[in-house]
């Protein structure tokens, strides 16, 4: 049986990190490829450096990781980039005239999946592994995560490469707390891992995702730094 070539975006976030140990898992580290792409957020820095740790720490090889750039297409004081990042839970944050959170990129998630199937065909993948959750697709925060979305992505990625790729999105339908669960199963280092938009040195507790990230973390007895907890 031949095992297929795996492409995983990976921003060296949570659920991303725990996507990429699934794929080792299921394909061999020599299988899997990640894919990282800068469109210019504050976080970037951070995160690329998360990202090689977590790469190293489950010992894909460095030409299996790839990074682009691409040109950042929203307001230039977009939170992510320049702007204020709203606090506290996404259930509470202030909404866009469309109904979404104020950090969301407009239609981010299909750009990048665009970029990824055409750089995954030209590279001879077979999947491209993407985690979005339900969480973020929870009240319209990111519509660009949910499950009417990704089924059109799905379609669009194999009908648009000729059938050659198939997009995976394993955790559609996972809480992060589920997500969580899975990565402690499969060892993943939470501690290497980066999810804040403020894009500090460390997490800053209070953004949409860093709260997100300390439930599901707290989910199995880890705080947000991905340490173990007191007790």
């Not at 990190?17 to 794929?23: G, Q």
């Not at 998360?50 to 230039?76: C, K, N, Q």
């Not at 993943?188 to 040195?201: A, K, N, R």
């Amino acid at each position: 049986m031949t095992l297929p070539k795996i492409m995983v975006l990976h921003s060296g976030g949570l659920d991303s990190s725990v996507l990429l140990a699934t794929a080792i898992h299921r394909s061999g580290v020599d299988n899997v490829y990640t894919l990282s792409i800068n469109y210019g957020s504050k976080q970037n820095d951070v995160e690329r450096l998360a990202a090689s740790r977590v790469r190293d720490a489950m010992g894909l090889a460095t030409d299996h990781a790839i990074e682009y750039t691409a040109p950042f297409w929203g307001d230039a004081l977009h939170p992510l980039v320049k702007g204020e990042v709203p606090q506290g839970d996404y259930s509470i944050q202030e909404r866009n005239e469309i109904g979404t959170v104020k950090t969301y990129v407009p239609f981010r998630n299909g750009i990048l999946l665009s970029l990824a199937a055409g750089i995954a065909l030209d590279k001879g993948m077979d999947v491209i592994a993407y985690g979005a959750h339900t969480w973020d697709a929870d009240n319209n925060c990111y519509p660009d995560c949910g499950v009417p979305f990704v089924q059109s992505m799905m379609s669009a990625v194999y009908e648009g490469t000729g059938h050659k790729l198939k997009l995976e999105v394993p955790f559609v339908q996972f809480t992060k707390e589920m997500i969580a669960q899975c990565g402690q199963r499969y060892n993943v280092p939470f501690d290497l891992t980066y999810s804040c938009y403020e894009g500090g040195i460390r997490h800053c507790g209070k953004c949409g995702t860093c709260i997100d990230r300390a439930k599901a973390l707290a989910s199995i007895g880890l705080d947000i730094e991905g340490n173990k907890l007191d007790g």
